[in-house]
């Protein structure tokens, strides 16, 4: 059996236990459903009416939506409607801007496509590559390109499109963060940081704008592509599958209005739980879930962290042993 086949057959035992727990999530539901069977959202807006039940034409704004799991959501929200009457207003069909470099450009762009197209209603905020490697081996500038694309790139659109929600009292704002900002791994010492960012950033400014009808909304998505991956990297992020940009954008979308966390498939609900903290809930049902399940997803987290310290371990002892092979061939 070669080594990746012998992990692949430890992580599949620890799989087990991802199927279990799944049942116990829906009895759990059941449960606090059934005690809460008025349950009314928590996300309402300042006249006490459920937010957005019915979503009208939108005008939209999305950044990084030129690929990937950007692409995939200005896809499912039809944007592209709205994107060819953004490229009317360019100057030429070559014309860019990064919005992470300059606040300045940002602010600018952002205005004249408000002047000319209307307000903003819902802003989400994609723009961000995914990247992995050993923290000896990642170059220091990589460190802060990172958080500039993804933390800086979703400050700056949202700091330009802010006033203008507050003036109409309405608006939506969406941070793509990742399982990656959830949970710090293996090879993600320079991305993970700048996705955690973006949760501070999303708690911090639901404070802020709730009163004004405003309300933010932070997807956790998991990993769409694991070519690339250190080994290491790319058997843990194996254990909870790998989703396409399609499946993720379509689970966004549907649950962007009336929520504050958006998880992708069993774990990503596993890991909301166990980190939410001080973050807003959505709902009566979502806190009694948050409040019955936390023992147990910490239990089973318990298990999956002790399969990943493994997972590392023996990847450094079959490189320790293929070098000293090598020495003495």
């Given at each position: 059996m070669s080594y990746e086949e012998g992990l692949s057959s430890t992580i599949t035992d620890w799989l087990f236990f991802n199927s279990w727990w799944?049942?116990?999530?829906?009895?759990?539901?059941?449960?606090?459903?059934?005690?809460?069977?008025?349950?009314?959202?928590?996300?309402?807006?300042?006249?006490?009416?459920?937010?957005?039940s019915h979503l009208?034409?939108?005008?939209?704004?999305?950044?990084?939506?030129?690929?990937?799991?950007?692409?995939?959501?200005?896809?499912?929200?039809?944007?592209?409607?709205?994107?060819?009457?953004?490229?009317?207003?360019?100057?030429?069909?070559?014309?860019?801007?990064?919005?992470?470099?300059?606040?300045?450009?940002?602010?600018?762009?952002?205005?004249?496509?408000?002047?000319?197209?209307?307000?903003?209603?819902?802003?989400?905020?994609?723009?961000?590559?995914?990247?992995?490697?050993?923290?000896?081996?990642?170059?220091?500038?990589?460190?802060?390109?990172?958080?500039e694309v993804n933390y800086l790139g979703s400050v700056y659109p949202t700091r330009a499109v802010i006033a203008t929600m507050k003036e109409r009292r309405m608006g939506r704002i969406m941070f793509v963060s990742s399982q990656a900002g959830?949970?710090?791994?293996?090879?993600?010492?320079?991305?993970?940081?700048?996705?955690?960012?973006?949760?501070?950033?999303?708690?911090?400014?639901?404070?802020?704008m709730k009163p004004c009808n405003?309300?933010?909304?932070?997807?956790y998505p998991p990993d769409t592509d694991t070519s690339g991956l250190p080994l290491e990297t790319r058997l843990i992020s194996e254990t909870s599958g790998v989703t396409q940009p399609d499946q993720v954008a379509k689970i966004v979308v549907k649950d962007a209005v009336g929520n504050?966390?958006?998880?992708?498939?069993?774990?990503?609900?596993?890991?909301?739980?166990?980190?939410?903290?001080?973050?807003?809930?959505?709902?009566?049902t979502e806190g009694l879930q948050q409040i019955v399940t936390m023992g147990l997803f910490?239990?089973?987290?318990?298990?999956?962290?002790?399969s990943f310290d493994s997972i590392v371990r023996r990847c450094m002892i079959e490189r320790e042993q293929s070098k000293a092979a090598d020495k003495r061939e």
């Open positions: 799944l049942l116990y999530q829906f009895i759990i539901t059941y449960i606090c459903c059934t005690l809460t069977p008025g349950a009314q959202p928590l996300y309402l807006t300042s006249e006490g009416m459920p937010l957005l009208p034409p939108l005008n939209l704004q999305v950044t990084g939506g030129s690929s990937g799991i950007g692409k995939s959501i200005a896809m499912e929200l039809n944007w592209f409607k709205w994107k060819k009457k953004v490229e009317k207003c360019a100057i030429n069909d070559k014309q860019v801007f990064d919005v992470s470099k300059d606040y300045g450009q940002v602010e600018s762009v952002i205005k004249q496509c408000q002047e000319k197209l209307g307000p903003v209603d819902m802003l989400v905020n994609c723009a961000g590559p995914s990247f992995s490697g050993k923290f000896e081996e990642v170059e220091v500038e990589r460190f802060r390109s990172l958080m959830q949970i710090g791994l293996f090879g993600y010492t320079a991305y993970s940081p700048s996705k955690f960012a973006l949760c501070g950033l999303a708690e911090s400014l639901q404070m802020e405003i309300y933010v909304t932070v997807a504050f966390n958006i998880s992708v498939g069993p774990d990503g609900y596993m890991l909301s739980a166990l980190t939410c903290g001080m973050s807003p809930v959505t709902s009566i910490r239990t089973v987290a318990l298990f999956y962290l002790g």
